[in-house]
């Protein structure tokens, strides 16, 4: 068995064990790649303050995100076709979220719905909406979280159209579906993946098909969802949500300080800075670069979390230092998932975990809640 060290492993573990089709569609971005690079790059080319003789003995990671306390300001975001990674994924990363003290989103697009997740956990997550053409599904799968006790609503609000992805098209990995002889006989060569989905609850998009069958005539799930993404979403549809839902809301891809501004001045409880993983608009900066301005701007009036490139707990405690309260995982938990199920899951929210500790006391933090800029490397400028 080999050693986990960090999610690399996790992710090359995943390579080997799932379809080609499957890893590509977690582990690839929108065209050529641009914004799905600069997450990363940007993030990797931050450096710390490293601070000695520090007493950092009693050191605390627990924080609090829109209400929710939890050991670490990590969260797991909601990403589709997870129950397609590994059998019953929702339900196994929901759970191994649970025990590490960290909270799981739901996405609309999720396999398993949001009544098998809320059946197979004890504490509140998060669920995320996609407003479809059709308002009617929105007003029923808000409906539906409220009564799951989801304790945030995060409407995605980057998805007016789904950015090309080339590895989903040469792979079939379409909707509905192109089956092609290299996928087939890739499904064929891994039996444990496909036994394992087989067995899982689900098949299709669980939250979509609950609905589909008080409308029939309609297409299947995957096509439904996929000729429903609306071009007209607007801040006025912001405000007939919050009309529908009572709790805390967020909108999620934010990546622009003016689109920040209108947010906080709409009232929402928070923003989750992201350029969807680098999956949208290729092109666009990346998130660590817009985060700082976007903190500085409204981190007072909102919660202000961050996604896109997370690997480790050293990144994370860069996009603190940044200017964010929390941060979200959506590749890194699914390296895992792929590779292990939920303890793969469990292994990278633990790997983070332990990163983020060292890093903590290498760079003389006691309380991850009062990170700032300051633990951050800016050479001085000589004229």
């Known amino acids: 068995m080999t050693e986990i060290t960090n999610i690399e492993d996790l992710r090359r573990i995943a390579r080997k064990r799932i379809p080609r089709a499957i890893f590509d569609y977690v582990d690839s971005g929108a065209y050529d790649e641009i914004t799905l690079n600069a997450n990363r790059s940007e993030l990797a080319s931050i450096r710390f303050r490293q601070r000695v003789l520090i007493d950092t003995s009693k050191r605390t990671m627990e924080t609090e995100l829109l209400g929710e306390k939890l050991a670490m300001p990590l969260a797991i975001a909601p990403t589709g076709l997870t129950g397609l990674v590994h059998g019953n ?42 407003v479809f053409r059709d308002r009617e599904f929105s007003k029923s799968v808000i409906a539906r979280a409220k009564a799951a006790k989801c304790s945030a609503l995060f409407v995605t609000v980057d998805l007016p159209i789904r950015g090309q992805r080339h590895p989903d098209i040469k792979n079939g990995l379409t909707v509905p579906p192109r089956l092609t002889a ?45 000729n429903h993404f609306d ?69 007072d009036r909102l919660e202000v ?20 309260r929390g941060c979200l995982i959506g590749r890194a938990y699914l390296y895992g998932l792929a590779a292990m199920g939920e303890k793969g899951v469990a292994t990278a929210l633990d790997v983070i975990r332990k990163e983020l500790d060292a890093s903590m006391i290498l760079t003389g933090v006691k309380d991850i809640r009062k990170v700032d800029e300051r633990i951050l490397y800016r050479p001085a400028i000589t004229n």
């Open 89 to 130: 994924g929702e339900i196994l990363a929901a759970k191994a979220a649970e025990a590490a003290g960290s909270i799981y989103t739901l996405s609309t697009m999720s396999i398993c719905t949001i009544e098998d997740v809320a059946a197979a956990i004890k504490k509140p997550f998060w669920f995320q909406l996609y």
């Open 182 to 226: 290299r996928n087939v006989f890739d499904i064929v060569t891994k039996p444990a993946w496909t036994m394992k989905v087989l067995m899982g609850k689900r098949k299709s998009f669980g939250n979509v098909e609950a609905y589909l069958k008080k409308t029939p005539g309609l297409l299947g799930a995957g096509a439904w969802a996929n």
């Open 231 to 299: 071009q007209s979403l607007n801040w006025r549809d912001i405000d007939w949500i919050r009309g529908l839902w009572p709790g805390k809301l967020v909108l999620k891809g934010i990546n622009d300080v003016d689109d920040a501004k209108t947010a906080a001045s709409a009232g929402v409880d928070g923003i989750v800075v992201s350029n969807h993983g680098g999956r949208q608009l290729d092109g666009a900066p990346a998130t660590a670069t817009t985060l700082p301005e976007i903190a500085s701007a409204v981190g």
């Open 305 to 324: 979390l961050f996604d896109g490139g997370i690997r480790s707990g050293q990144d994370v405690l860069k996009a603190l230092a940044l200017g964010a």
